[in-house]
């Protein structure tokens, strides 16, 4: 059975930093490309960033690009994001969702960690 | 960026009735859509990719059509557990990777 499990969300203040984690199971880690998507409370879906097999092309929508930064360890079947600088704008759930390849679909996706953004 | 544009907001209807959901992209996506199902509390859900393709373990009762900047999804008989939010997604011109601002299915 594919899980995606994250992790570590929590309050952090603004200008803060956080790293949430994604730890996968169920099926070959290494083959699919990965995103991060959020969603602030009450809102709609945002997708935030990507990152393919071999972590050699990361992508990120702007609002976070600069402050953001995406990676993996596939010897440990886990994704990172790493959250700097962050404003009340960024409290959402995150959730990791697997890619079979390049934004084509989110076919499997983990159940969210919040991150909330306060003073 | 691609802006994606969801119509109703709101669908009022009683369970065995059928829904048309609707996604507008605001240029050219080709096949390029996908959609998702939320239920409060929940994770999203693939139901179709690539406008017309059911993901895994999705009932029949599902279906995508559309091309180019209109598409469809349609649920033909309501179930209890269709009641959810829906949302479109794009996949032809990215980064970004964008999402519409979904459709609410509610009991009528």
């Known amino acids: 059975e594919v899980q995606l499990v994250e992790s570590g969300g929590g309050l952090v203040q603004p200008g803060g930093s956080l790293t949430i984690s994604c730890s996968a199971s169920g099926f070959t880690f290494s083959s699919y490309e990965m995103n991060w998507v959020r969603q602030a409370p009450g809102k709609a879906l945002e997708w935030v960033s990507y990152?393919?097999?071999?972590?050699?092309?990361?992508e990120y929508a702007d609002s976070v690009k600069g402050r953001f930064t995406v990676s993996r360890d596939n010897a440990k079947n886990s994704l990172y994001l790493q959250m700097n600088s962050v404003t009340a704008e960024d409290t959402a759930f995150y959730y990791c969702a697997r890619d079979p390849h390049s934004g084509s679909r989110f076919d499997s996706w983990g159940q969210g960690t919040l991150v909330t953004v306060s003073s | 960026e691609v802006v994606l544009t969801q119509s109703p907001a709101t669908l009022s209807l009683s369970p065995g009735e059928r829904a048309t959901l609707s996604c507008r992209a605001s240029?050219?996506?080709?096949?390029?859509l996908a959609w998702y199902q939320q239920k409060p509390g929940q994770a999203p859900r693939l139901l179709i990719y690539?406008?017309?393709n059911r993901a895994t373990g999705i009932p029949a009762r599902f279906s995508g059509s559309g091309s180019g900047t209109d598409f469809t999804l349609t649920i033909s008989s309501l179930q209890p557990e269709d009641f959810a939010v829906y949302y479109c997604q794009q996949r032809k011109y990215w980064p970004p990777l964008t999402f519409g601002g979904g459709t609410k299915v509610e009991i009528k």
């Open positions: 990152i393919d097999r071999s972590a050699s092309r990361m």
């Open positions: 240029q050219s996506v080709d096949i390029y």
């Open positions: 690539d406008a017309s």
